[in-house]
C-alpha cells in the first residue's frame, strides 16, 4: 500500500471513529426501532458442507484455572480440538424467558449479537481429515468447507477468525464495527484460556495479510455467499504447544482442493444500510505486520490460587445484568482485578504482542479503604504522559499509597461520579 493511500486509509478509520461516537446532545447513527422478532440468525451455517459432530466434555478438567500457565501439553487430536472450541466459543447454556430462548456462550458478546465466526485449519490432526473447517457453535460440529486435493499436504493447526458486521449494525447502527473488534477480542481471550487448558498457546500470524486471509478461509467465494451476509477476515492463529517457543512451519497456503457449502442467509429483511460500516472495513485491512516485540515484564508475576476446575469456571461466565447497589468491594479484590489488566508476556496477554494502547479510566465508589472518585491505570510507562496530555489539567494524578507497589494506580479526582458515569453511559 503506497504511503499516500495508508494516509487517506487512517483518515476514513480516524473519520468512523468520530462519526460513531455518542454525544451528549445526539448519538450515534442507529435503527430508530428494533424488531426483536426479526432479529438476525445468531448461527451461520454452510448448506452442504460435510458435517462431523465434535466430542463434549464428559468430565471437568483436570487443569484448574490458577493452573492454566502450566498445564501440560496434548497431542493434536479430535477430542482436544472439540474441547478448546467448547470451552472457548461453544455454549454455556440455554436461556428462557416466556416463548423466547436464547443462547450463552463461553466467550462475551456485545449485546450477545456474536458477530465473529472460528475456522479450523487443520493439518495431521488425529481424527479430524486435513483442511478447512467452519465451527457451528449451536450444534458443537464442524462444517468442512475445504479439503485438499490427492498428493497435497500442509502442515500446521489454526484457528481463523472472522466478524459479520450485520450482526451487529441490526442493533447498533453505525457503531457496528467497534463492537466487531471488541468482540474479536473477546474471542482472543476465550481461545487463550481454552488453549490453556490443554498445554497449548496461541501465535498470531502476522506473515498474513487480509487478502491472503480471505482467500485461505474461503471467503472471498463471493459464489458461496450469492445469497447471504459476507464475512470480513480478521486474523489467524496458530495452535502450538506451550512450551514451543516459535512454529517451524512457513504461513500456510491456499492449496488446490474442493470447496462444499452455500452459506445462510441470516437475515432475510434488512431494513437499514449503512455503507460507513463497508468503506471503514476495506479501509482497515492490514498488510502484513512488522514485529512488535513487547518489553521485558516490568510488574511482579501475579498471584494465583484456587482449585476450581477451569471448565467449570469458564462455563459459568456471564454477563453483569444485576449490580447490588448497596454491596462494599474488598481493596484487595478491587486491586487484584486491575492487577489482572497488567501487561504480562503470560497468559492471556501472550496471545496479542503488541504495546497496550488502552487505559481505562475508573469510576470508583463503594470500595473499602478507597475514596470514591476518578482513577486511572496506565497500563505502559508510555500511557501515563499520554493520559496526562488528553485529560483536565487540573487532575490531581495522586498515587494510591493502600494500592500494591507495583500498581501504577492514580486518583485524578476525589468525589461521588456516580452521576457522571451514568450520563457517560447513556443514562443506563
Known amino acids: 500500500m503506497a504511503t499516500s493511500d495508508k494516509g487517506e486509509a487512517a483518515h476514513t478509520v480516524m473519520a468512523y471513529h468520530e462519526r460513531s461516537k455518542h454525544h451528549l446532545n ?57 474441547q478448546l472450541l467448547e470451552l472457548s466459543l461453544g455454549l454455556a447454556a440455554w436461556k428462557e424467558y416466556g416463548p423466547d430462548r436464547w443462547a450463552l456462550r463461553c466467550n462475551p458478546s456485545s449485546g450477545n449479537l456474536h458477530p465473529t465466526e472460528a475456522y479450523l485449519l487443520a493439518f495431521g490432526v488425529q481424527d479430524i481429515s486435513d483442511g478447512l473447517y467452519h465451527y457451528l457453535s449451536r450444534d458443537h460440529l464442524l462444517e468442512q468447507r475445504w479439503y485438499p486435493d490427492n498428493g497435497q499436504r500442509g502442515s500446521g493447526v489454526y484457528i481463523g477468525l472472522s466478524s459479520i458486521a450485520w450482526r ?16 474479536i477480542g473477546h474471542a482472543l481471550g476465550a ?34 455467499f450469492a445469497h447471504a451476509e459476507g464475512e470480513d477476515a480478521e486474523l489467524l492463529l496458530e495452535i502450538l504447544p506451550a512450551d514451543t517457543m516459535s512454529s517451524a512451519v512457513g504461513s500456510p497456503a491456499a492449496l488446490p482442493g474442493q470447496w462444499r457449502g452455500q452459506a445462510n442467509r441470516l437475515d432475510p429483511n434488512p431494513l437499514y444500510q449503512w455503507p460507513v460500516i463497508a468503506e471503514t472495513t476495506i479501509a482497515s485491512r492490514m498488510p502484513v505486520l512488522a514485529p512488535d516485540p513487547l518489553p521485558p515484564d516490568p510488574w511482579p508475576a501475579r498471584k494465583k490460587s484456587g482449585q476450581t476446575a477451569a471448565s467449570v469456571l469458564i462455563r459459568r461466565r456471564r454477563s453483569a445484568q444485576r449490580f447490588d447497589p448497596k454491596m462494599v468491594m474488598a481493596a484487595d479484590d478491587f486491586f487484584a482485578l486491575l492487577d489482572a489488566l497488567l501487561p504480562r508476556s ?26 470514591s472518585g476518578l482513577y486511572a491505570l496506565p497500563r505502559t ?13 487540573d487532575f490531581s494524578w495522586e498515587a494510591v499509597a493502600t494500592a500494591p507497589t507495583h500498581l501504577p494506580l492514580r486518583r485524578l479526582y476525589s468525589g461521588d461520579v456516580r452521576s457522571i458515569a451514568r450520563t457517560l453511559s447513556c443514562h443506563q
Open 26 to 82: 445526539r448519538y450515534a447513527a442507529g435503527p430508530e426501532a428494533l424488531d426483536w422478532d426479526a432479529q438476525p440468525n445468531p448461527f451461520r451455517e454452510f448448506t452442504g458442507s460435510p458435517q462431523h459432530i465434535l466430542p463434549l466434555l464428559t468430565d471437568e478438567t483436570a487443569v484448574t484455572f490458577a493452573g492454566l500457565s502450566a498445564a501440560t501439553p496434548q497431542p493434536f487430536t479430535l477430542q482436544a480440538i472439540a
Open 346 to 371: 503470560a497468559l492471556p496477554w501472550d496471545v496479542w504482542p503488541f504495546t497496550p494502547r488502552i487505559h481505562p479510566i475508573l469510576f470508583v465508589h463503594r470500595v473499602s479503604g478507597l475514596s
Open 168 to 183: 451487529e449494525a441490526w442493533k447498533y447502527g453505525e457503531r457496528a464495527l467497534r463492537y466487531c473488534q471488541l468482540d
Open 381 to 393: 510507562a508510555e500511557g501515563g504522559p499520554v493520559l496526562r496530555m488528553a485529560l483536565n489539567p
Open 191 to 224: 481461545l487463550r484460556y481454552a488453549a490453556g487448558t490443554l498445554g497449548w498457546r496461541l501465535q498470531r500470524r502476522r506473515d498474513v495479510d487480509d487478502a491472503r486471509l480471505r482467500r485461505l478461509l474461503g471467503l472471498d467465494r463471493s459464489s458461496d
